[in-house]
């Protein structure tokens, strides 16, 4: 997502900076002008410079995207932050939660680089999309007004448009609960259970989420705009969907062991579920969904037992 955001802000920007993580990637980069491994076959701009030195990348910037995985996201702010300029606004385009914390993207960013303005940029944006231009709507949400303002009129496009929300602790809690959607939406998948089941798996979930990000001071609106509804829908369906892919893989028969070992990239629904399933259990609040995702992934449940007991539970209303 940060190769496709430097497309995007390329368009509007004097000079977008790509920062590698060592040399040898920054010229790999620099040669192709291409991201091999997640974006293939799409020529950077020119106007996006590759480096790993990071004086270099960070000096005169006006705005920092921040697309780092979650598990990575401290240790990799800690290894830049004496080079970032003070107060100078970030985009996280994160999606995740610290699981060891509890703290969302947006925290650990102000943990590690002090006051500054932050947005959260999400909804369904798959990369690969962005990068071939064709439509795509997202949300940025922050509690700096005119910075959410100044961030969509930048981005906004013939073929990108921003929508603002004021609700950033509801987008970035939206961003990191539909990843557990998705691995659960390819269990379903992986299961033939059909289309029947993997829209009440979705519909519910939503339910499960919105309940949950309540209780962390989130409105519940904010789960059926993009961030919400939107963005589950692209990681429960499409085959970009590497936490989807994952359940699949699962509903399949392999093991969670076997998937990790032969991945190249980062599914955050792994261990956004343990984080989500711990909080909710000390906040006894009840995410059923969740919880059967969590025995699957690390305590070996059978996914049909799993869906099974999920069908079983005692009546209720609808809308509880």
């Known amino acids: 997502m940060g190769t ?41 701009p020119e106007s996006v410079k590759v480096t790993a030195d990071i004086s270099r990348g960070f000096a005169g910037a006006d705005l920092i995207v921040v697309a780092v995985p979650t598990a990575f996201l401290r240790s990799e702010l800690a290894r830049v932050a004496a080079a970032v300029p003070v107060g100078v606004p970030v985009l996280s385009v994160v999606k995740g939660i610290e699981r060891e914390t509890f703290a969302r993207p947006s925290e650990i960013i102000r943990d590690l680089l002090g006051p500054c303005p932050i947005a ?13 231009g064709l439509p795509t709507s997202v949300v940025v949400a922050g509690d ?28 970035e809690l939206a961003g990191a609960l539909k990843n557990i959607l998705g691995i659960a939406a390819g269990i379903c998948e992986g299961l033939r259970f059909g289309d029947n089941a993997k829209a009440a798996l979705l519909t519910r979930g939503l339910v499960e989420a919105a309940r949950f990000a309540s209780a962390r001071g989130a409105q519940p609106e904010t789960f059926w705009g993009l961030a919400g509804v939107g963005d589950v829908l692209t990681t429960c369906y499409s085959p970009f969907g590497r936490n989807r892919a994952v359940g699949l893989r699962i509903g399949a028969g392999e093991s969670l062991g076997e998937i990790l070992a032969s991945m190249n990239d980062v599914a955050e ?3 956004t579920t343990q ?22 992934l690390f305590e070996a449940k059978s996914p049909r037992t799993a869906v099974t007991d999920l069908m079983l539970r005692g009546p209720k209303v609808e809308s509880s």
């Open 4 to 44: 496709a955001l430097a497309f995007l802000l390329a368009k509007h920007a004097e000079t977008t900076r790509l920062i590698a993580r060592d040399d040898a990637r920054a010229s790999a980069f620099q040669a192709s002008r291409e991201n091999a491994r997640h974006l293939p076959g799409f020529t950077i």
């Open 275 to 296: 984080s989500v399933h711990a909080e909710a259990l000390r906040r006894e609040i009840d995410m059923p969904i969740t919880a059967e995702v969590f025995q699957i």
């Open 269 to 271: 629904g792994i261990t």
């Open 120 to 132: 959260i940029l999400s909804g369904p944006s798959h990369a690969e999309e962005i990068v071939r």
């Open 144 to 171: 700096d007004d005119a910075l959410n303002v100044a961030l969509r009129d930048t981005l906004s496009g013939d073929a990108f448009r921003v929508y603002t929300n004021p609700d950033a602790v509801g987008v």
